[in-house]
């Protein structure tokens, strides 16, 4: 709203990006921890996640965390291969380094700030 509001104060054309965050939620009555590891890597990596409804983060039942994270770990490698470092995994990768380090820099803040 602050944004809109200041581009319309000064007649500034301006396009917002109003996507939410959208969690995917794993109850237990889930029966099939494969088909739903493939359905959420496909959302979350279409036009390299780069969509207004790529899940943003998985609540999962305590019953099926083990089991979820297990078949979440096999269908990335089946998309990516078990190497994401190499050089000829189709993973999408950050632009340059200055970005990659401007990301790591925000790990590290987020993490010293607990």
């Given at each position: ?30 029966p099939?921890?494969d ?47 078990a ?32």
């Amino acid at each position: 709203k602050i944004v809109a509001r200041a581009a319309a104060d000064t007649l500034s054309p301006v396009v917002l990006e109003l996507g939410g965050k959208s969690p995917v939620v794993i109850d237990e009555n889930i029966p099939e921890m494969d088909v739903m590891a493939r359905r959420i890597m496909w959302g979350k990596t279409i036009n390299c996640g780069q969509t207004c409804v790529a899940p943003d983060y998985v609540l999962c039942h305590e019953n099926h965390f083990d089991g979820f994270t297990k078949s979440l770990v096999k269908r990335v490698e089946e998309m990516f291969g078990a190497d994401l470092s190499s050089p000829m995994s189709p993973y999408s990768r950050i632009v340059t380094t200055a970005h990659a380090q401007r990301l790591m820099d925000m790990v590290v803040e987020a993490e010293a700030a607990g």
